[in-house]
């Protein structure tokens, strides 16, 4: 049913029609922006996350795309067509509910089979695709239980099976997998991607666990307040945070306000007074000098060692103030001269009991300059 | 620590159920009492009965209630689960705070007044569009259904605000029209509260003395009516009998509706 | 009107999906509002204008406020005189003042009775609290009016009572207790007592059980614990429970007729004695409205409780 996925993502293809096209969507709950003027374009074959706290806009921007809110200003457009006025039951698009939102006074079957039952289609075409889906889901055993006698993972199949059966242009997910516990959850994350890539069918998610954002999306998008703050691949996001909200949403970061001193070609040379002495950043900007910045590194970029390093673009002295072990990393924090307090990680290769470093112990620490990166917001 | 109050808070509980049950008690014993006296044991028998079903009064008065309630009930459950419905699930709309208002005052809202507003309502409409014509079983049914749908609202409200919304968003979202979700997902789901509903309409129809005293005409007493009025002429061994019927039959329906309830929940 | 161009066909089509939509709820929220708002809104303003106008003999008993003179003249009679009268004649005001006191005792009563209870349901054991609380309201499905009959079997007198403390020797000679105050006061609160311990056992069943123990280990006796912890909470259900039985305990007839004395005036017996027997509709009207006048306020608070619990 579905081609192989492409090597090259259809949001990097010029020529590709989008599915989705949010344009300047607004929503408002009384005086507070729940959604603030947001655009947004996926397309056919993604598997797009929404990410970030709750509160932030995600949800209500989801309940927009299946129509149970109607944006204040903006519009909405699946598959080239402006879907804004219309009502949920005329849309393309299924949902999956948070709570998967089983009918508690249908058993799995019907439950499935709903959709289909509205649209009219001869019972023997129904009773074969509900049989598929169950086949899918690996649910064929429970077709006739109550929803309150499943399991919750059980649950969730489902309710992944009552959405995909109409076989919607558009899937989307209300933290599909939040309901379940760590251990199910991860094993489901790729059944889930799993099924996406058989069916060829667009996934829109919500989320707030970025781990989860991370592993299952083509892209992603970060909210915040409203407003997306960068939409990129998860290895983007990760490794090219936009701003400094991203920055620090996304997994763990050393920041350094600074100033920029000069630029050299695409090398910028900050003075940071935090760190206590210049720093190098590799960016391709053009940034003038005086312009305030933050620098910004990964703590499993820095290079943590008790001699001091060979020369290079940055390297900064300081002492072990924390020490955390985690079983397969362990995470360092070394105050530097400037006041500032770096978190460096260092994976535990070999197997020891007693760690080189310990409390107060001067240290070394330094990163190279594509290891950072220049925040300007 | 904890052992001298709960005896107090128990005994109290024991004290509260004997001051419930034993007027009832006294009701049902008395009522297979052979003296006319119905205080005063004078033997067993079940002369009170066999009277009570030859009381064509009686009867009829209670063929009578017991056709208003029913059709009370049945229009208390349409009207009382749209508004229900409307109050819980359509968010803010022009009229909903009068809707609410005219749903909670008839909860404590004294008889007397329901009956005289409903009646005066009845005499000057019938003075102005010359309907309804005259009084009786159909201002009474009407009258009760005004109160009495209000009661249905409220179980139904309380039913439906904890029912997940995203029930009927998914019904929606699988292409059904509104009003099918509602008569496919919402209404089989707030069923037993649709039943509890019309129960409770049925019997506060039943039950009712002074909206039927004030609405009803010529012809259309119902069965508090005539209750009332004999026992105004004071303590009569037959109205015991009619007691221990009633309480009899509302223990069964409900021994029956708690049964089938725990039922359900063993199913599930 | 601006003639719409072709490319809005298709967004007016949608948007009359949306009347659509509109037209559904405007009849499912239009219709208990129109029956409500003729059967139970109109009323109320036809009370208020018959309480206006004065007792004539013939059908419907009352004078129309606004006439048509022989003369071509417009004539508004208003007649606030049976206002006056209810200022003016004691046996009004002391039925207000003796509903109002019968109603704020039996409530107060029902309260200090039917706390306890719905404290000791919560406490029992899982299963037996539906069966208990089925128990409490048992007795509201059985004729109300025959559970106030059952009082006068037990109260009058050679009824129960007498006859026991005769037997007991106790007393020589019958109490008087039927057709009394005191009797009103058991009837009203073995009435109404169901009506208090639902809504106490609701907002009870809800309190967490480790709150009394933070209580007890931030050094609170249970008496302590119980007042300063479990009654603060309880008091939604408190208030819903207590105007649940006061607002229509003022206006009660059935109570204070059947169980009452003659010198038991109560304005729900007042009002049925205006209408029914002197056929004074708009003396009875103006009773309606003073009486709702008082209860104006408990309604309304009790109305915006409700609110507070829906959401």
Not at chain 1, 15 to 40: C, M, Q, W
Not at chain 2, 182 to 196: Q, R
Not at chain 3, 96 to 113: I, K, Y
């Amino acid at each position: 049913m579905a081609g192989p996925k492409p090597a090259l993502g259809a949001w990097q293809d010029p020529s590709a029609a989008p599915l989705v096209e949010i344009r300047n969507v607004t929503k408002t709950f009384g005086s507070h922006y729940a959604v603030d003027d947001v655009s947004l374009t996926i397309y056919p074959g993604e598997f797009f996350s929404l990410l970030g706290a709750s509160g932030c806009g995600k949800t209500t921007l989801l309940r927009m795309l299946a129509g149970f809110e109607r944006p204040d200003a903006g519009r909405l457009l699946i598959g080239g067509e402006d879907v804004t006025e219309l009502p949920p039951y005329r849309r393309p698009v299924n949902m999956m509910f948070q709570s998967y939102a089983l009918f508690p006074h249908l058993s799995v079957a019907d439950n499935i089979a709903f959709g289909l039952r509205q649209e009219k289609l001869p019972r023997a075409e129904i009773r074969e695709r509900v049989a598929a889906m169950l086949e899918l889901v690996r649910m064929g055993d429970f077709a006739g239980r109550k929803p309150d006698q499943l399991s919750g993972g059980q649950r969730q199949r489902v309710a992944l099976a009552r959405s995909l059966v109409k076989q919607p242009k558009l899937l989307l997910l209300d933290e599909p997998l939040g309901a379940l516990d760590r251990k199910l959850r991860e094993h489901t994350q790729f059944e889930l991607v799993n099924i996406q890539e058989r069916l060829g069918i667009t996934f829109v998610m919500v989320t707030h666990d970025q781990e989860e954002a991370m592993t299952m999306s083509t892209r992603m998008a970060v909210m915040n307040e409203g407003r997306i703050r960068q939409i990129g691949t998860p290895s983007e996001i990760y490794e090219f945070p936009s701003n400094r909200f991203v920055a620090g949403f996304i997994g763990a970061v050393n920041q350094f306000e600074g100033r920029v001193m000069e630029q050299r070609d695409d090398l910028l040379l900050v003075r940071s007074d935090v760190a206590g002495t210049e720093l190098r950043v590799r960016t391709q900007q053009a940034v003038a000098p005086g312009t305030p910045v933050v620098v910004a590194v990964r703590p499993e970029k820095v290079l943590l060692t008790t001699e001091q390093p060979p020369p290079g673009d940055n390297s900064l002295s300081g002492s072990v103030e924390e020490i955390a072990y985690l079983g397969d990393v362990s995470i360092y924090h070394v105050r530097v001269p400037g006041g500032a307090l770096v978190e460096a990680q260092l994976t535990n290769r070999a197997r020891r009991a007693v760690a080189p470093l310990t409390w107060g112990d001067p240290a070394w620490i330094a990163w190279g300059a594509d290891d950072a990166v220049a925040l300007l917001e | 620590m904890r052992t001298r109050r709960p005896m107090l808070v128990f005994s109290l509980l024991a004290f509260g159920y004997a001051f419930l049950y034993a007027p009832i008690v006294s009701l049902i014993v008395f009522s297979f009492n052979e003296s006319r006296l119905v205080t005063v044991w004078a033997g067993f028998s079940t002369k009170w009965y066999s009277a009570l079903m030859h009381n064509e009064q009686l009867l009829g008065a209670a063929w009578v209630s017991l056709r208003i309630a029913v059709m009370n009930a049945t229009l208390a459950v349409i009207l009382g689960t749209l508004a229900g419905t409307a109050l819980v699930r359509f968010g803010r709309f022009r009229g909903r705070s009068a809707l609410a208002l005219m749903i909670g005052a008839p909860l404590v809202m004294p008889d007397v007044i329901l009956g005289l507003a409903s009646l005066l309502l009845f005499v000057a409409m019938e003075q102005l569009i010359g309907w309804p014509t005259g009084r009786g079983m159909t201002t009474i049914t009407i009258a009760h259904v005004t109160f009495s749908m209000a009661y249905v609202a409220v179980i139904v409200q309380s039913r439906l605000v904890r029912l997940d919304p995203s029930l009927e968003e998914a019904a929606l979202d699988l292409g059904a029209w509104p009003w099918k979700v509602f008569f496919v997902i919402t209404l089989p789901l707030i069923a037993p509260a649709l039943a509890a509903g019309w129960l409770l309409a049925f019997t506060l129809s039943l039950d009712d003395l002074v909206i039927a005293s004030f609405t009803s005409g010529p012809g259309a007493s119902t069965l508090p009516m005539v209750v009332y009025s004999s026992v105004r002429l004071g303590v009569s061994p037959e109205i015991n009998a009619l007691a221990t019927v009633l309480v009899l039959l509302v223990t069964i329906g409900i021994v029956i509706a708690g049964i089938s309830m725990q039922r359900r929940a063993k199913h599930s | 009107m601006p003639s719409p161009s072709s490319s809005d066909r298709p967004q007016r089509g949608r948007r009359s999906l949306r009347q659509r939509l509109h037209l559904g709820r405007g009849t499912v929220a239009g219709i208990p509002l129109l029956w409500l708002g003729l059967f139970f809104g109109l009323p109320f303003l036809i009370i208020a204008r018959i309480s206006l106008s004065e007792v004539v003999i013939g059908l419907p008993p009352y004078s129309s406020l606004v006439d048509w003179t022989a003369a071509g003249l417009l004539e508004v009679r208003i007649n606030f005189g049976n206002f006056l009268l209810l200022v003016q004649d004691s046996l009004y005001l002391d039925a207000f003042e003796n509903s109002l006191r019968v109603a704020a005792v039996s409530t107060l009563l029902c309260l200090l009775l039917g706390y306890p209870m719905a404290l000791g349901i919560t406490r029992v054991r899982e299963g037996l609290r539906v069966p208990l609380l089925m128990l409490v309201i048992l007795p509201f499905w059985t004729s109300f009016l025959i559970r106030v009959y059952a009082w006068i079997g037990i109260l009058k007198g050679n009824g129960l009572i007498n006859n026991f403390l005769l037997w007991l020797g106790v007393i020589d000679q019958p109490l008087h207790l039927l057709h009394s105050d005191f009797a009103v006061y058991l009837g009203i609160v073995y009435a109404y007592l169901p009506f208090m311990v639902l809504p106490l056992y609701a907002t009870l069943s809800k309190m967490d059980e480790s709150l009394l123990e933070a209580a007890a280990d931030l050094g609170c006796r249970p008496l302590c614990a119980f007042w300063r912890v479990t009654v603060p909470l309880s008091l939604p259900g408190i208030i819903a429970g207590s105007l649940l039985v006061f607002v229509p305990a003022v206006g009660e007839f059935v109570i204070p007729d059947l169980l009452g004395g003659p010198d038991t005036l109560m304005i729900g017996k007042v009002l049925w004695t205006e209408f029914f027997n002197n056929r004074d509709w708009p003396v009875a009207a103006s009773v309606a409205v003073a009486l709702l006048a008082l209860l104006v306020v408990p309604v309304l608070l009790f109305e915006r409780f409700r609110e507070k619990e829906q959401t």
